[in-house]
C-alpha cells in the first residue's frame, strides 16, 4: 500500500523517533512493505517512518537510479531498525540532497563521506557495516529524519538552495559537458587510426 508523505511543517517531523520493540510484529513488517512500496513509487532512494506518520526508529535505503536521483547506485531496498552510527569519516563532502517531505527544493549539505553503523535487519539480525559515498549521505539523511532533523537544519549557506526544475537544469548540462567531453575524444582516435591506415597504405604502394 503507498503510504502519504508528511510534509515540512507537520509535527511529525520535528519528533524524536522511539525504538521499535518488535520487529516481528505483523505492523512493523506491513510497515516495511509500504514504505519500500511508496519510495519506489515517488523515486526516492529513502525514506523514514516519521516521514509516514509513523514515530519509530526505522527507515529504508534505496538507492536506485530514477528521474531525481539518475546517477545514484543500484542497491536493493533494505530496513534499517534501531540505527546507530557507531563512527564518522573526518573527510565531509558538500552535496546536493533533497527530500519527500520538502518537495520542490535541492540544497547542498556537509555529511561525512563514511560512517560505521550497526541496526537491525527486517529478520531481526543485527548487523554492522561500513557506508560511504552516496549511501552513506543517504543513511545519515533518514537518521536525522529519525532524531527530528530535517536537511535544511543543516544548511551553512542559503545561497546552495536552488528550486527542483533549477537542480534538472543543472544535472542535464553537467550530463550534456560529460557527454561531449566522451565524444570530442573519439574523433581524435578515429583520425589516428585513419592515419596509420593511410601510412600502411602509401607504403604498400
Known amino acids: 500500500m503507498l503510504l502519504q508523505v508528511a510534509q515540512?511543517?507537520?509535527?511529525?517531523?520535528?519528533?524524536?523517533?522511539?525504538?521499535?520493540?518488535?520487529?516481528?510484529?505483523?505492523?512493523?513488517?506491513?510497515?516495511?512493505?509500504?514504505?519500500?512500496?511508496?519510495?519506489?513509487?515517488?523515486?526516492?532512494?529513502?525514506?523514514?517512518?516519521?516521514?509516514?506518520?509513523q514515530p519509530w526508529r526505522?527507515?529504508?535505503?534505496?538507492?536506485?537510479?530514477?528521474?531525481?536521483?539518475?546517477?545514484?547506485p543500484e542497491m536493493e531496498p533494505t530496513a534499517i531498525i534501531n540505527p546507530k552510527i557507531i563512527s564518522t569519516s573526518p573527510e565531509l563532502i558538500k552535496d546536493w540532497e533533497g527530500c519527500l517531505s520538502i518537495p520542490g527544493i535541492r540544497s547542498k549539505v556537509l555529511r561525512h563521506k563514511a560512517i560505521t553503523v550497526t541496526f537491525f535487519n527486517r529478520d531481526g539480525k543485527r548487523e554492522r557495516k561500513k557506508f560511504e559515498d552516496f549511501i552513506?549521505?543517504?543513511?545519515?539523511?533518514?537518521?536525522?529524519?529519525?532524531?527530528g532533523i530535517v536537511f535544511l537544519d543543516k544548511l551553512v549557506d542559503m545561497s546552495e538552495t536552488i528550486t527542483e526544475k533549477e537542480?534538472?537544469?543543472?544535472?542535464?548540462?553537467?550530463?550534456?559537458?560529460?557527454?561531449?567531453?566522451?565524444n570530442s575524444k573519439k574523433?581524435?582516435?578515429?583520425?589516428?587510426?585513419?592515419?596509420?591506415?593511410?601510412?600502411?597504405?602509401?607504403?604498400?604502394a
Open 167 to 182: 537542480y534538472q537544469k543543472l544535472m542535464k548540462k553537467e550530463k550534456e559537458e560529460k557527454e561531449k567531453k566522451v
Open 8 to 53: 515540512l511543517g507537520h509535527p511529525i517531523l520535528r519528533q524524536k523517533a522511539e525504538s521499535v520493540k518488535d520487529i516481528n510484529d505483523p505492523k512493523v513488517q506491513e510497515l516495511i512493505d509500504n514504505l519500500i512500496a511508496t519510495v519506489m513509487d515517488v523515486d526516492g532512494v529513502g525514506i523514514a517512518a516519521p516521514q509516514v506518520y
Open 136 to 147: 552513506a549521505r543517504i543513511f545519515q539523511h533518514e537518521y536525522d529524519h529519525l532524531e
Open 187 to 204: 574523433p581524435a582516435k578515429q583520425k589516428t587510426k585513419s592515419k596509420n591506415l593511410k601510412k600502411q597504405i602509401s607504403a604498400k
Open 58 to 72: 526505522l527507515f529504508i535505503l534505496a538507492s536506485h537510479p530514477n528521474p531525481r536521483y539518475p546517477n545514484a
